[in-house]
Structure formats: structure tokens, C-alpha cells
């Protein structure tokens, strides 16, 4: 079985930078694309961007572009998700993913596991 663990959320200013970190257990992590999704109170839940199982190619929202950042380290299992510039609508619980192929996607029903989230409150 997968299993994925979020962490680094916390409260920051708007302005702030922030890192999140996904770390993926189990054998296929190093084969499948990855994803990260946020989801703010009373909202659906929504596409942030998105990374090929190499980490050569990466796809984002247009709320992500030119401040969010996805990266990915195949040897320890990870994917990060950098935020700079944070703003308060960046609020949200922020969900990583692990798709159920090699390339990038917007679709969540492309993804076959989720974390369970880590909280991201920007405050103005």
C-alpha cells in the first residue's frame, strides 16, 4: 500500500514563503507523477500543479504560476511544493497525490492515492 505524509504548513504573513513537503511510502513512488491540490473551507477541492515521475516536466494553475514551485527527490521519496508571495486566498489544506501513471495531470480522478493534508493559513 501507498501511503503519503504532508507536512510544513503553518501560519505565515501574506508575503511569506513556505515549503511543504510530501514524503511517499511503498515501491512506486520513483515511476508515477505527482500532484498537489488545496482545499479552502466550504470549497471544492482544487488542482495546484503537477509533476511527471522524472521532475523534468511540471504543470501548474494559474493562481500557482510564477509563485508556486513543485520539485521532487526520487531517492528519499519526496515531492515539495515551494510557495512564495503567499497571499490570504492561498488559505487551504494541502493535499499531495500520487497519479496513476508517469505523466502530469489536472484530473484528480488520475491520482490513485492521497495525504491526508497539512493546514496553510496566510494572514493579511
Not at 491540490?37 to 511540471?58: H, L, M
Not at 501548474?60 to 497571499?87: C, E, P, W
Not at 501513471?101 to 493579511?124: C, F, P
Request: charged letters at 15%; proline letters at 2%.
Amino acid at each position: 500500500q501507498v501511503q503519503l505524509v504532508e507536512s510544513g504548513g503553518g501560519l505565515v504573513q501574506a508575503g511569506d514563503s513556505l515549503r511543504l513537503s510530501c514524503a511517499a511510502s511503498g515501491p512506486t513512488f520513483s515511476n508515477r507523477a505527482m500532484g498537489w491540490f488545496r482545499q479552502a473551507p466550504g470549497k471544492e477541492r482544487e488542482f495546484v500543479g503537477s509533476i511527471n515521475w522524472t521532475g523534468d516536466t511540471t504543470i501548474y494553475t494559474d493562481h500557482a504560476k510564477g509563485r508556486f514551485t513543485i520539485s521532487r527527490d526520487n531517492a528519499k521519496n519526496t515531492v515539495y511544493l515551494q510557495m512564495n508571495s503567499l497571499k490570504p486566498e492561498d488559505t487551504a489544506v494541502y493535499y499531495c497525490a500520487q497519479g496513476v501513471n508517469m505523466a502530469t495531470s489536472t484530473i484528480v480522478s488520475r491520482y490513485a492515492y492521497w495525504g491526508q493534508g497539512t493546514l496553510v493559513t496566510v494572514s493579511s
